[in-house]
Every structure is written in C-alpha cells, then in structure tokens.
C-alpha cells in the first residue's frame, strides 16, 4: 500500500486509528522517510513538539519529536531535556523508567483545546531505528522525556484522557463529549 504524503493531516479524536495498536516499520525505505518529513512539517505547523504516525492516520510504530532548548531545558544537560534539531523514532522501546511519576499539564494535537495533568516518569530510555535504518538508544529528562512517552502511548492506542489525574478528566469532559459530539455530525 502506497502512502499519498500529500494527502496526511493530523486527526482528531475519536478518530478510530488513534485507538489502534500501531504495527512495527519492517524497514526504513523512502516512504518511511518521507513520511517523517510530512510528520515534521506537520507538527511544525500548527508548533507542537510530538507527533505520531497515528495522528495521521499510519498505524505505524513511529513518532517524531522536537523539543526545543529555552532557559529552562537544554539538549547538553545529562539526560538531555530538549532536541538540537527535530528527530524520528521508528519502532521505539522503553526501558530505565525513573521511580518518580511527576505532574504535568499535557495537551494533544489530536484534542484540541483539551489540557490536563500526566503523571509520568522524569526520566526514560528509548532504543528506535533511526531515518539511517541504524537503531540508536537515548536517556532523556523533563519534557523530552515526558514528549517521548506521550508518543509513545499514541502507538499503543493510549490518549491522554485516558493518563490524565481523575480531576484533571473531570475538567474535560464536557470537550471529549463535544469532540465526540462534533465527530457524529461529520
């Protein structure tokens, strides 16, 4: 099956894909590549700083990802907390997940407008196959680490709604049944 590029935009929920259990990338080939760059450019767009393959319709096992440095996060720190430039995790794993499961206000390009509380660990491990077919692993901290984790959840089929704190989806609920409502009307 042959991917239009063009054609890829970001879904939103209740999109059935976003619920789905992506399937590896059996190899890294020029539409794979080409996919990413779409990804990027996407995610660019509209200033997100995580997207994943489902988010556009691919139930494939990848995301991509650019956390930008700022005063408060840098790409030298150790573990790094942000990115020097955008970078593609296909088929990525976790492993060395921090004991700490830490706060914070997520959102998803896939639920506009919806904003709520993730606990997640601060620091994680992610072994993937780069654009070059090689597979690299990385530690990474704060937000790079909490972006990793997100993307990672939407290859499994896992939305924030579905982390966020009980308040936190107290608070949301009226904007899930409405992007629900909104999705029956289309």
């Given at each position: 099956m042959?991917v239009?590029i063009a054609?890829?935009?970001?879904l939103?929920?209740?999109?059935k894909?976003?619920?789905?259990?992506?399937r590896?990338?059996?190899?890294v080939?020029?539409?794979?590549?080409?996919?990413?760059?779409?990804?990027?450019?996407?995610?660019?767009?509209?200033?997100?700083?995580?997207?994943?393959a489902?988010?556009?319709?691919?139930?494939?096992?990848m995301?991509?990802?650019?956390?930008?440095?700022?005063?408060?996060?840098?790409?030298?720190?150790?573990p790094p907390e942000?990115?020097?430039?955008?970078?593609?995790?296909?088929n990525?794993?976790f492993s060395?997940?921090s004991r700490?499961?830490?706060?914070?206000e997520?959102?998803?390009?896939s639920l506009?407008?919806?904003r709520?509380?993730v606990?997640?660990?601060?620091?994680?491990?992610?072994?993937?196959?780069?654009l070059?077919?090689?597979?690299?692993?990385?530690?990474?901290g704060g937000?790079?680490?909490?972006?990793?984790?997100?993307?990672?959840?939407?290859?499994e089929?896992?939305?924030?709604?579905?982390?966020?704190?009980?308040l936190?989806?107290?608070?949301?609920?009226?904007a899930?049944?409405?992007?629900?409502?909104?999705?029956?009307?289309?």
């Amino acid at each position: 099956m042959s991917v239009d590029i063009a054609s890829l935009r970001i879904l939103h929920y209740p999109s059935k894909v976003l619920r789905e259990k992506a399937r590896p990338v059996e190899r890294v080939t020029e539409e794979v590549r080409a996919v990413a760059a779409r990804m990027i450019d996407l995610m660019n767009e509209v200033e997100g700083i995580g997207l994943a393959a489902p988010q556009v319709g691919l139930a494939w096992r990848m995301f991509v990802c650019d956390v930008p440095e700022n005063e408060d996060r840098s790409a030298s720190s150790d573990p790094p907390e942000a990115t020097t430039r955008p970078m593609v995790c296909i088929n990525p794993r976790f492993s060395e997940p921090s004991r700490d499961l830490v706060p914070f206000e997520e959102g998803c390009l896939s639920l506009p407008e919806i904003r709520g509380d993730v606990r997640r660990p601060s620091q994680i491990t992610v072994t993937a196959i780069g654009l070059d077919g090689e597979p690299f692993s990385l530690r990474a901290g704060g937000l790079l680490a909490r972006c990793w984790q997100h993307e990672h959840d939407h290859l499994e089929g896992v939305l924030i709604i579905d982390r966020m704190t009980q308040l936190s989806r107290m608070k949301n609920q009226s904007a899930v049944k409405s992007l629900e409502e909104r999705a029956r009307l289309l």
